[in-house]
């Protein structure tokens, strides 16, 4: 029991360590596939905003009081180092945890077209999420990760379709190798 309880509360230290110095999380919910999102740690959650002129959510499935799954990437090695369950809230816009949550996103939030009233659009458009650890031991962690890949193709989309060099390029990149 003691291991147990010794267990969690390393896996609480790490998901909180990790997931503030991570710039990304990637988060799967009921639907789709994981996505990387920017995020904050907050008040013992992972908070992040979706939404028109922000990032993409609707399609992950990711409803107040529903689940997801978390993970957050080493900082120095890039690789995946912890894994955990969260049980998704979303506040009230203009509630206390919303605004909270908002003043710090807001402070992360780069080359906002809006930045004197980001706070307005979002409460109007967009959508802040609390990604809160459930407190179940982490899923994957050091020494406890699965032997398989979780490596997925790129989804389709033009910025990934290869297209022919167009022919003026290569002259045009001698052009600028004077001396």
């Known amino acids: 029991m003691t291991e147990t309880v010794s267990q ?3 896996d609480r230290a790490l998901i909180e360590e990790a997931t503030k110095k991570s710039g990304l999380i990637w988060v ?9 999102l920017w995020h904050l740690w907050h008040d013992g959650a992972a908070c992040l905003v979706g939404g028109p002129g922000e990032q993409p959510l609707d399609d992950l499935g990711l409803a107040d009081g529903g689940a997801a799954t978390v993970t957050v990437r080493s900082k120095d090695k890039g690789g995946r180092l912890v894994t955990w369950e969260a049980r998704v809230v979303e506040p009230e816009p203009g509630g206390d945890a919303w ?8 402070g ?3 080359n906002a077209p809006d ?18 650890p ?12 699965p032997e398989v ?10 910025a990934i379709t290869r297209r022919p060099v167009p022919a003026a390029l290569p002259k045009l990149l001698r052009r600028g190798r004077k001396g």
Do not use: F, I, N, Y
Request: proline share 10%.
């Open 108 to 110: 992360k939030r780069l």
């Open 149 to 158: 890949s979780h490596a997925a193709p790129p989804p389709a989309s033009p």
């Open 134 to 145: 459930t407190g179940a031991e982490a899923t994957e962690r050091p020494g406890r990760m």
């Open 28 to 36: 799967r919910g009921t639907t789709g596939p994981a996505r990387a």
């Open 8 to 10: 969690a509360l390393q």
């Open 115 to 132: 930045a004197d009233t980001l706070t307005e659009r979002w409460a109007r458009e967009c959508r802040v999420l609390r990604l809160e």
């Open 99 to 106: 605004r909270a949550a908002v003043e710090e996103l807001k």
